[in-house]
């Protein structure tokens, strides 16, 4: 599947996960704080509160989806996958202070000693459905998040996760509270409350990672550090980065080849590169190779020129071959403190060429010259 057809298939399963998980959540809204209200229960009036902050989640997932998986733009080169992520992280601070708020509800109650009477039976259908309700969008949403590889679903869908879990422990409150324990509704709520926090500040952190560039985890690392020295013409690599930008892995990664091969030979190195961290790691939508010639150390940008070192070539050949009309091939590699050349000379059948090679090397290997070597080709005439 292309790029484009990749980020309309995320927009879409974006637009009807969200869709779903509204008309859901807006029963539950309405089936928990209405039964709530009549039965004076705390626990399934805090997860009434819990899934209208699944609603809100739901169109800030249904909106941060549609941004983020547009294509890249002459604004936005990279994408607009930090979008998704800032959608994902706005999430996890409306499920903290989601959170917050129920749990100082239940703490008010429980300190307050206020009048506990035991809940009626019909307070237990509410928070039974919406711990079957959650869990199946839970995993409706989690399948298709992946499918997609977007975080701001999975968020939303571990959000369902901890509506339902939430859900849960409402039902175990006020199953103790319908069995003659009033007590355990509030304490049931601030159960539900610490649940919520405590998935907020997972995703959260995650969403904030994201954000600011952290690096993917150790065994993509490793994975991605194996296959490169695995592609045909690596030496070996050093400097590999790995980041996150809306559900896709970033690499850079510096490569190195043996030091003589052409430049056509190292790009080529560098596409096998990218073709198998693209088709082998999850994820990995941007592949950028730098090509190192191993042991070539760090080259100074203040090197010597190829039109200085063209012309110092030329001259001496012109002082110890004269008889070479043809200009020649040159090839240059730079190391981190010299430098070397092949030269390759189309006039092969000339006597007086080859008697001058051995003077033309040495003229051009001259302890205050250029290079440190110099090897010298001679072209075969069809």
Same mark, same amino acid.
């Given at each position: ?65 549609? @941004? ?11 994408? =607009? ?57 839970? !995993? ?6 992946? !499918? ?14 901890? *509506? ?54 150790? *065994? ?27 559900? =896709? ?10 030091? =003589? ?29 730098? @090509? ?40 240059? =590699?730079?190391? *981190? ?46």
């Amino acid at each position: 599947m292309t790029t484009t057809a990749l980020l309309k298939e995320a927009r879409r399963v974006g637009r009807v996960t969200s869709l779903v998980s509204a008309a859901v959540n807006m029963s539950l809204v309405a089936i928990k704080l209405v039964l709530g209200t009549l039965s004076g229960s705390a626990a399934l009036i805090a997860d009434g509160i819990h899934s209208l902050a699944d609603l809100l989640t739901d169109v800030l997932t249904l909106v941060t989806v549609q @941004i983020g998986r547009t294509e890249a733009d002459d604004s936005h080169p990279y994408g =607009h996958g930090k979008f998704e992520t800032f959608g994902a992280l706005a999430l996890a601070i409306v499920l903290f202070l989601t959170g917050v708020f129920l749990f100082y509800e239940a703490a008010v109650q429980l300190y307050t000693h206020a009048p506990l009477k035991p809940l009626p039976a019909y307070a237990l259908y509410a928070a039974l459905i919406s711990v079957f309700a959650n869990e199946a969008l839970f !995993r409706y949403c989690l399948r298709e998040g992946k !499918r997609v590889n977007s975080n701001v679903i999975i968020a939303n869908a571990w959000h369902h996760r901890a *509506d339902g879990l939430s859900s849960l422990a409402a039902l175990f409150g006020i199953g103790l509270s319908v069995a003659g324990f009033p007590l355990f509704d509030p304490i049931a709520a601030a159960a539900v409350a610490l649940v919520v926090m405590k998935m907020s500040v997972k995703i959260g952190l995650e969403s904030f990672d994201e954000l600011v560039d952290a690096a993917v985890d150790t *065994d993509t690392q490793n994975q991605i550090n194996v296959l490169i020295t695995e592609a045909a013409g690596v030496r070996d690599c050093h400097m590999m980065r790995a980041r996150k930008l809306g559900g =896709h892995i970033l690499v850079d990664v510096h490569v190195d080849v043996d030091s =003589h091969i052409s430049v056509s030979e190292g790009h080529l190195v560098a596409e096998r590169v990218e073709h198998m961290l693209k088709e082998k790691v999850d994820g990995v939508t941007d592949v950028i190779v730098h @090509i190192d010639p191993k042991g070539g150390g760090a080259v100074s940008p203040h090197a010597a020129r190829r039109s200085t070192l063209k012309k110092h070539i030329l001259d001496t050949l012109q002082a110890e071959a004269p008889a070479i009309k043809t200009e020649p091939y040159i090839v240059l =590699h730079y190391f *981190d403190h010299h430098i070397e050349t092949d030269i390759i000379l189309p006039e092969a059948d000339s006597k007086p060429l080859k008697k001058a090679l051995p003077f033309l090397r040495k003229a051009l290997e001259k302890p205050q010259g250029p290079f440190q070597q110099v090897r010298i080709h001679l072209m075969l005439k069809d």
